[in-house]
Structures are given as structure tokens and as C-alpha cells.
């Protein structure tokens, strides 16, 4: 018989009590982190504003306009992001410009977006000159999320935000006073891997609007 077998006064094996001992040890939990939640979707903002009424173009070959271009449409514009949303990105994912009144405008990205630029709140309504804070001040487009169709067409609008804004377009090649144009946008959540935010119910996420500016970018 082992050390460990001898029988103590009473009977029991030095190897009994050693059993006992064991699995009467506290068993410790170890605590696991359970995976985070999601981050969740902010409420879709209100559709953008976009003001062709007050729109214009350079209608010759003189550059005119917050962007000192020749041959462009432009277009005001508001974006709001409400109040408890968090910062959120407004993309322009397509601008296409058409000459004249055409309902079925090529749906594509052909002229592009040349930039963005904000409002002077001192401007007047109906004078382009008026509502820049100055030649060629274009938005510097946001890096937190990538617009690969237009990279100068992505604004960061921070928390119940509302921006008054100009976006121009690409060269058109023409001398228009009248246009058509096919926008389309969406929102994206920069703190929730880019995701993007669902829209309104009954926003398209595009419109195609007419203009008929009453005279030419000044």
C-alpha cells in the first residue's frame, strides 16, 4: 500500500480525503464579452431641396459663377440632417445635363459634378453673384466615406445640420439657357461602416427637374 493508501485513525485514505478536496474547489466562471450591437440606422433625413427656380447657366463662352466656368449648369440647394441622426454624408451619385425640356434624360453620370459650393446667407434670391462667398470656393469634398461616381459631390452635414448650397456641373459642351437635369443622392452613416441610409418612403433617391433660368450666371 502507497503513503497515499495508508488508512488514517478513522478509516480513510489519505487519497479519499484528497479527492474530496478536489471537487470541492469553487468553480470560476470566466466571463465572456458578448459581440457589441450593431450601430444603429439613423431615421432618413428629409429629401434634398433642390431650387430650380433660382437655378442658372453660363449661357456663352464667358466663365461666370461660383465656379468661374463656361458652359455649366447650376443648381441651389438645401440638405438637412435632423437633430439626434449623428454626422451623416449627402453623396451625389449622378448629374447628367441636357440641353431643353427632355422628360426621358439619359439617367447616367455624364457631366458630372465639378463641386459644391455653399451659399452666402447675405445673397439675394435671384442673383447667382449674391449668394457665393466668392469665386472659385468650392466645398472641400469629405474623405470619411468614398463616392466613387463624383469624389467632389460628398458633403459632410453634422447633426441637425441644414446647409444652403450650389452644386455645379461638368462641362456641357453647350451654351444653354434652359436645361434639363437628371440628380440622383443618398445619404451615408460615416460611424456605421458607410453604410446607407434608407430613404423616405416615397423618395426615389433621384429627380429629373426642367429649368428655364432667367438669364446666365452672373
Not at 488508512?7 to 464579452?33: E, F, N, Q, Y
Not at 462667398?133 to 453634422?158: D, E, F, K, W
Not at 429649368?211 to 452672373?218: H, M, T
Request: some cysteine; glycine content about 8%.
Amino acid at each position: 500500500m502507497s503513503e497515499f493508501d495508508t488508512p488514517d485513525p478513522k478509516g480513510v485514505s489519505r487519497r479519499t480525503v484528497t479527492k474530496a478536496m478536489a471537487w470541492s474547489l469553487p468553480v470560476i466562471a470566466v466571463a465572456t464579452t458578448a459581440p457589441g450591437a450593431a450601430a444603429s440606422i439613423p431615421p432618413p433625413p428629409p429629401p434634398p431641396d433642390f431650387n430650380f427656380a433660382d437655378a442658372c447657366a453660363t449661357v456663352g463662352n464667358t466663365n461666370n459663377g461660383c465656379a468661374d466656368l463656361a458652359r455649366t449648369s447650376q443648381v441651389p440647394f438645401t440638405v438637412t440632417n435632423p437633430a439626434g441622426n449623428g454626422d451623416l454624408l449627402f453623396q451625389i451619385t449622378a448629374m447628367n445635363v441636357v440641353n431643353g425640356n427632355v422628360p426621358g434624360i439619359p439617367q447616367n453620370n455624364s457631366f458630372g459634378v465639378h463641386g459644391i459650393y455653399l451659399q452666402n446667407a447675405a445673397g439675394s434670391d435671384n442673383e447667382f453673384s449674391g449668394l457665393c462667398p466668392g469665386p472659385n470656393v468650392a466645398l472641400p469634398p469629405s474623405l470619411l466615406c468614398p463616392n466613387m461616381a463624383n469624389p467632389t459631390a460628398n458633403v459632410l452635414v453634422q447633426d441637425g445640420q441644414t446647409l444652403n448650397l450650389w452644386v455645379v456641373a461638368g462641362d456641357e459642351n453647350n451654351n444653354s439657357s434652359s436645361f434639363t437635369t437628371y440628380l440622383a443622392y443618398q445619404w451615408v452613416d460615416p460611424n456605421n461602416a458607410c453604410a446607407v441610409v434608407p430613404r423616405e418612403p416615397g423618395d426615389p433617391g433621384y429627380l429629373v427637374e426642367y429649368a428655364e433660368p432667367s438669364g446666365n450666371c452672373q
